[in-house]
T-cell receptor, first 112, second 110 residues
Framework: DAGITQSPRYKITETGRQVTLMCHQT?????MFWYRQDLGHGLRLIYY???????DKGEVPDGYVVSRSKTENFPLTLESATRSQTSVYFC???????????FGPGTRLTVT | GQQLNQSPQSMFIQEGEDVSMNCTSS?????WLWYKQDPGEGPVLLIA?????ELTSNGRLTAQFGITRKDSFLNISASIPSDVGIYFC??????????FGTGTSLTVIP
């Protein structure tokens, strides 16, 4: 029982490339979230989803695209990666009516 | 976005000592969560607080939801080496958006 997984765990890409980070949860949680973690900023919300086909912007959505065709998956796409998007990305989820968020192990992305 | 001020930024303590850290904001939050993060891993939920004044324990950890709803506190009693890590507070503002503090880095000296 994996809970919440992210892939890849590490990724190096070049400026301008498209990159997709994957998130998969096995709890059937309604809500899923993408955060980025940077020194000095803590965790900042990029996008979240309340259910399949429902997504909404967080605090720092520019340059990112999300989709949620299935409840268990919530991919994050950087359409044209920039160096400022070098960061550690975390996916999280929580169930309907619950506020405890559970995090995946993270993806460390480097944009060169 | 909402600002959460977490202090102290870092702590160096002897094994066996108690630890206190806090999180403050200018805004009112409806829920407070406390997380611990080990290097290279995702944050792990420690304690959730839902009501102003609420005091909740999880083993050696105790957290409180401030009565003004603008702050929260986390205490760790009798620290041990495995307590090392970064502790984050998170406050729920509005519907389902959490805002995170910048973390308190804890080092426990054996």
């Amino acid at each position: 029982d994996a809970g919440i997984t992210q892939s890849p765990r590490y990724k190096i890409t070049e400026t301008g490339r498209q990159v997709t980070l994957m998130c998969h949860q096995t709890w059937s949680h309604s809500y899923m979230f993408w955060y980025r973690q940077d020194l000095g900023h803590g965790l900042r919300l990029i996008y979240y989803s309340a259910a399949a086909d429902i997504t909404d912007k967080g605090e720092v959505p520019d340059g990112y695209v999300v989709s949620r065709s299935k409840t268990e998956n919530f991919p994050l796409t950087l359409e044209s990666a920039t160096r400022s998007q070098t960061s550690v990305y975390f996916c999280a989820s929580n169930g309907q009516g619950a506020y405890e968020q559970y995090f995946g192990p993270g993806t460390r992305l480097t944009v060169t | 976005g909402q600002q959460l001020n977490q202090s102290p930024q870092s702590m160096f303590i002897q094994e066996g000592e108690d630890v206190s850290m806090n999180c403050t904001s200018s805004s009112i939050f409806n829920t407070w969560l406390w997380y611990k993060q080990d290097p290279g891993e995702g944050p792990v939920l420690l304690i959730a607080l839902y009501k102003a004044g609420e005091l909740t324990s999880n083993g050696r950890l105790t957290a409180q939801f401030g009565i003004t709803r603008k702050d929260s506190f986390l205490n760790i009693s009798a620290s041990i080496p495995s307590d090392v890590g970064i502790y984050f507070c998170a406050g729920l503002f509005g519907g389902n958006q959490f805002y995170f503090g910048t973390g308190t880095s804890l080092t426990v000296i054996p």
